[in-house]
Each structure stands twice: as structure tokens, then as C-alpha cells.
């Protein structure tokens, strides 16, 4: 398998513009998950998805950031409109559902709102 | 609400060195779950280890070994020999209740320099 793919790998973008991420989870795997990095408040979950369901998107900053999954092997990160404070690595990430089994991320999107 | 501490933040060794790096949590769950990543220079996250609560063996894989005691709730991580590659950001993490996925918290990483 050639794990969790995401695109595109880097982004810059200016502010007010819409921007969307991508990400292909690993085949058979059921759990769906976006993180973000960044320096002020390291790794932390935006939203997962459980069987293509939204099941906690409780650490979406705001109405700006939407996502996605309109089938197992696809996802979306929308962030409409951009700002500069949105600039950071985002992580997909895949796993079975349960929760003794391990994540497997994405190389990450770097994404850059000037 | 879970939490995991990394008190290091940063880290300097000499090769082949033996460190550890200390991960503290919190969780009022019975089943959870720790894990490891490292995070080298080319940014991408990846899988070290992962253990149960409900089983306090410790574990050790070639030069990498870690000590889970759950009075202390502590979870750390030693590298045998330190190597110049092993230069990387670690973070430990945590996921409670077997329903929810690999859904994690992370600590906040400790960056480990192995110098030559």
C-alpha cells in the first residue's frame, strides 16, 4: 500500500482565497483523520470521520474550515476564506476504527496564507 | 479531558549516548491507549509503538525500549546508543475508549539532537 497519500504537499496562498486539501486514507482503513501542527499549539484534531461519517468536529477553528468524505478512499479539508493565521502543517490520517490500532499519517500539506 | 506532558522540551546527546524522553498523562479512563511518533526533518509523522493500559510490560525493539508504569502514569522512551539519524521530534499520545479510533492527543514533542 503506498499509505496515506495528501495533496498537494505544499500551498501558498493569499489571503481571502479559498483553499482545499486532500487526502487518500490507506485502502480498507476506516477512521479518517485531520490534525494540524503548528508551533503556538503543536498537533492537535481538527475532525474524524468514522465509516465516511463526521463523528467530533469539535477542534474545527471556526465556520471557515469545512471537511469532507464523500466516500472510504477520499477526504477533503476546505478552509474558505484564508487567513494568515491559518498557515501550518496539516496531517491527514488513517486507521481502523478501533481505538487499539495505530495511525498512519500523510507527508502533510504546508500551507501558507500571505 | 485527556492530556499528555512532555516536560523536554529539547534535548542534546553525543552519539551513542542513551537518553530518555519522559511522557506524563492523564486520562480518567480505565482502556487507553499511548503511542510514539517521530517526526525527523522531512516532516512526516511516524509510528513507534503502541501499548495497551492493561498491559504494563515493558517493551524493547533493538535500541529503542520503553518503560510504561501506570502508578506514575508515565510513559517513556529510551534510545540505546544514540545515532546522529535518531535526531528527530518525538511525541508521545494518548487515545481513550476502544469506540473512538486512534483519535490522539498529543504531548507538546521533545526535540532530540544526536550530535557526532
Known sequence: DAGVIQSPRHEVTEMGQEVTLRCKPISGHNSLFWYRQTMMRGLELLIYFNNNVPIDDSGMPEDRFSAKMPNASFSTLKIQPSEPRDSAVYFCASSFFRGNTEAFFGQGTRLTVV | ?116
Do not use: H, M
Not at chain 2, 51 to 64: V, W
Open chain 2, 1 to 116: 479531558a485527556q492530556k499528555v506532558t512532555q516536560a523536554q522540551t529539547e534535548i542534546s546527546v553525543v552519539e551513542k549516548e542513551d537518553v530518555t524522553l519522559d511522557c506524563v498523562y492523564e486520562t480518567r479512563d480505565t482502556t487507553y491507549y499511548l503511542f510514539w511518533y517521530k517526526q525527523p526533518p522531512s516532516g512526516e509523522l511516524v509510528f513507534l509503538i503502541r501499548r495497551n493500559s492493561f498491559d504494563e510490560q515493558n517493551e524493547i525493539s533493538g535500541r529503542y525500549s520503553w518503560n510504561f508504569q501506570k502508578s506514575t502514569s508515565s510513559f517513556n522512551f529510551t534510545i540505546t546508543a544514540s545515532q546522529v539519524v535518531d535526531s528527530a521530534v518525538y511525541f508521545c499520545a494518548l487515545s481513550e475508549r476502544e469506540t473512538s479510533g486512534s483519535r490522539l492527543t498529543f504531548g507538546e514533542g521533545t526535540q532530540l539532537t544526536v550530535n557526532p
